[in-house]
């Protein structure tokens, strides 16, 4: 028995050396406001380092993005006056600017600290990465094609994207009185071209009434009266074109409506009574002499005419049968090339396949350049030939029972009444059109964001947010520590 006491003494002293995990977690529990405070104290420590290092700016101007709605591929406005971004910022502007918003600013001042060019503020950043990229030697070469694509492509859909800047310094305002200028000052360039009448359309139509003068012969009216027609209906095709002017109602009429009833004015009256003028044209040459000599005139005219767009064609059809023999002389050649043996022809014949293939998408394109050309002439001689047919007059005896003067006589008042009113209705049209632009001065433009201030803010260095997690977690475990050694100093004490 005295041989097992040794054994039981070293076992107990095992176990009192041995660490009590409930112990443990229950001092760290204990302690757990050390150990929050001293994570904290280190997740601020990281914060105030940051903030050491953080740059601090002022607000030093305002832009302002809007797309202008009018310049359509083309920097003109409406009526056809060259526009230029300066324009928005012009002195006139700037002083009307000055006296609607109260300012103490003067308008010299002001003019000075605008600025306006073409672009997006917006994407000026990714412009500028783009840029960088194709700077960059060591951007591969796919890359480089597809940057340089998109920076056209973007660089393209801002032409008609401007950015009117305010130096805030220079014009010595705050940044919400910076904010209401650049607003005002778009707004007001707007209402001035709409006062100016930069943006009312700038379409041909006759503003004259129709009239028939005694001195021309029936087929010269009757021309005459074709041509006012189609002048009507392009201009009133170009108005329905234009923003909003397909929701114009004139005296319970819209724009569509004229434009029916000038195609119905066309096909029953002008129309026919023109073709009927020139199938009797014999017989009212026979007591017009000047008649016969415009007649002849004419027909000699359409004819040179008629013969050139026939040489044209032959030039075309020439052309399009030459590049489909080459075409085929270059296939014969390039599958003989192909039939050549050898390892020594392959880089040769790869180099002329290539070769070849961008021969025929050259070809490609020229055919059918040739070919629209061709159909555009045949179209043409087309309407040459019905303009031939009707100057040669009707072979038939139809009209021989009739008085072709006398109806086309007839015809002429209803005829003049029917232009005229159409005119006045298509003027009445462009009238409101112009009222409902000057209500409405947005229409010129359209913001893309609201006023965008540059500067006034706080650049903090990078990975802030990893930083504050790290120290964070290292003040855990450093309070765990303290915790640790603070219960076993206190144990140490209390045996």
Known sequence: MSQNVPAVREQLIGMEDEISLTDLFRNIWRQRGLIIGCAVFLALFVLIYHFTKASFSVPRQVDYSISLTFLDGKETYPNGSVFSPR?????????DVVMKSGLTVSAEQLTGAFSV???NSLMSESENRLSGLLANAKTPEEIRIAAETTLNDMRQATRSLVTI???????????????????LVVYTWADLALQRGLASVDI???LSAFSVQESLNLIDVYDNASIYLAALSDAAAKLSGMSGASSLVVSGRTLNDVRREM??????????????????SADLAATDPAIRVRLY???????????RLAKMIASYDAALGQLSRLTVAGSAKQSQANNMGGDIQLDQSLLSSMLELGSKLGDVEMRQELFRKRTDATEQMLSLEKELAILGGSKGKSYADLNAGQILQGALPGIREGLNRLQKQLNAFFDAYRQQSLQNSGRLFVADAAPLVRGGNVQFAGRIGLHLALGFILGLMLGVLIALIRAAMMNSKAD
């Open 87 to 95: 324009d928005i910022i012009t002195p006139a502007v700037v002083k």
């Open 165 to 183: 800047s305010l130096d805030l310094s220079k014009a010595g305002v705050t940044v919400p009185q910076g904010e209401k200028l650049v607003k």
């Open 297 to 307: 005139a004419r027909q000699r005219l359409l004819n040179l005419e008629h013969e």
């Open 204 to 206: 041909n139509r006759p």
């Open 117 to 119: 060019q073409y672009s």
């Open 263 to 280: 195609d119905a004015l066309d096909v029953t009256d002008i129309g026919p009574l023109r073709e009927f003028a020139y199938s009797n």
